[in-house]
């Protein structure tokens, strides 16, 4: 008993850490269906402002402006381009009517006012009172006019970059800051069968600790600043409005703080994807040292609040089927379904990295591919089983016909049986045939001699010479074949 402690031991710490290793494991490719739909949302407003000056001679000072609102990271929920962040990326708070006039009245009249979004005051009272009525745009007498148009801008996860992006408009705003905004876009979108989507999970794990991962920009998508990933755990709690927090189960790292580093240079409203089947689970939000996560949930509310349904598309089933082949390592068949997707959607840089990657190990030892190909495929029947069957067909019928032929030639050559009608009686004649039945003789022993017949006149019988037919005595033709008796 004691020579199997040891082992008995050792089994027992491997089957305990094993589960702890494979928890904190993240696969790889698991952020594949996610990144090709990750986008950069760019928001601004542009101010148009008139100035009315009142002060010396009527001007009207025309002034534009472009306000930066926010930036951050979304996804695409549509083939047609519906794009879900965060509000506070695509809308402010801020009063940028007064950001407007603090700028032309500084410009117009010299004034040194800062360019920001507070109210400010002048020393000279005449400008003070004409600065204080371009803020109040509802009076009458407002010195200034003022027309704010948001301009929201999607950068596609595409390689080349596109430097030019598509533009878009709100469809539905959130109730708060952190809530999800639904973007539809205004121009043109790349892709003939639409936009690469990103799959929506059913819900969020509950496990604390669950391994997630988060992909976005930090910055305007470009060869040198590609998709961000990286990972995270779910912490204790919900993920309801408040949202959910992060938590390194191992606390090795503080996953608060890390993220909200990441959502402070441009991953705000990033997708968090969900490592048991690469769905989306929620959204990041927060930034500095804290850094939280909205669920699912919050964001199918706002898709159909909306009337913004996620769907998948045609593009996406063929990337799906790419991924397939690729991740079990059938590296013949993934070359040719990456270059589909590609050929749907050009730059899509997952499916080109991975077609690159296929045809490197095509026909390799780890291409699964070969030894399928290698194999005889089920579908092929063999050509001989057909040949012998004919074959024997062919003698069977061979068979049958010869002794058809056998049979024929021995029925022409017996001759036919003629039957020929007995002639008429001659006058005189009886026609009547007496046949006598044979007579009994009696036995007698050999060592006696034999009685030898008597023949009489009565007893002697004619037969027909020409067919051996018994003759009565009065015929003069045989009554079976007509032959004339001869007397």
């Known amino acids: 008993m004691r020579r199997l402690t040891v082992p008995a031991m050792a089994v027992a710490v491997v089957l305990v850490s094993a589960p702890l290793a494979m928890a904190h494991e993240h696969p790889s490719g698991i952020t594949d269906l996610v990144t090709p739909a990750v986008v950069r949302v760019e928001a601004t407003a542009k101010i148009d402002i008139t100035l009315l000056d009142h002060v010396g001679e009527l001007l009207h000072v025309e002034r534009t402006y472009e306000v930066p ?9 549509n083939p047609e381009g519906g794009v879900v962040t965060l509000t506070r990326v695509v809308s402010t708070d801020k009063d940028l009517a007064v950001y407007a006039a603090n700028r032309v009245f500084a410009e117009h009249h010299k004034a040194k006012i800062p360019a920001d979004f507070a109210r400010h005051e002048v020393s000279d009272d005449t400008l003070n009172h004409h600065l204080e009525l371009c803020y109040d745009l509802k009076s009458k007498m407002s010195t200034c006019i003022i027309d704010i ?13 596109d430097g030019r992006g598509f533009k878009a408009e709100v469809v539905k705003l959130g109730d708060k800051p952190d ?13 003939g069968v639409g936009l690469p989507t990103a799959p929506l999970a059913d819900k969020v794990p509950d496990k604390p600790g669950s391994p997630t991962s988060v992909a976005g920009f930090l910055a305007r998508p470009a060869a040198d600043k590609p998709v961000k990933l990286d990972i995270a755990h779910l912490g204790q709690g919900g993920a309801g409005e408040g949202g959910r927090p992060f938590a390194d189960p191992e606390k090795k790292v503080d996953e608060p703080a890390k993220l909200g580093k990441l959502i402070d240079q441009g991953m705000l409203g990033a997708p968090v994807i969900g490592d048991k089947d690469g769905h989306v689970i929620g959204l990041l939000i927060g930034g500095g040292k804290d850094a939280k996560m909205i669920g699912v949930r919050e964001i199918t509310s706002a898709l159909t609040a909306a009337k913004t349904p996620p769907r998948r598309g045609p593009l996406d089933a063929a990337f799906e089927a790419a991924l397939t082949r690729f991740h079990t390592k059938n590296y013949t068949d993934a070359g040719p379904a990456f270059q589909r997707v590609l050929d749907l959607y050009p730059g899509q840089p997952v499916a080109a990295a991975h077609l690159k990657e296929s045809l490197a190990k095509k026909g390799s030892a780890a291409d699964t591919g070969v030894r399928k190909g ?3 495929r089920g579908t092929t029947i063999p050509l001989w089983p057909f040949i012998v069957a004919a074959a024997v067909v062919l003698v069977i019928a061979l068979g049958g016909g010869f002794l058809l032929w056998r049979r024929r030639a021995a029925t022409e050559a017996t001759p036919p049986r003629i039957e020929i009608p007995s002639p008429p009686p001659d006058d005189g004649a009886n026609p009547t045939v007496m046949v006598r039945r044979s007579q009994a003789f009696p036995v007698v022993p050999p060592h006696q001699p034999q009685p030898q017949p008597v023949l009489t006149a009565q007893q002697q019988v004619k037969f027909c010479t020409a067919c051996g037919m018994k003759l009565g005595p009065a015929h003069r033709f045989c009554g079976y074949c007509g032959h004339p008796i001869e007397t």
């Open 179 to 191: 809530s999800p905004v639904v973007l539809k876009p205004t121009s043109r979108a790349d892709g």
């Open 374 to 376: 290698a194999q005889p």
């Open 69 to 77: 609102i926010g930036t951050g990271t979304g996804i695409v929920v």
């Open 149 to 161: 148009k948001p301009d929201i801008t999607i950068f596609p996860n595409i390689a080349p970059a």
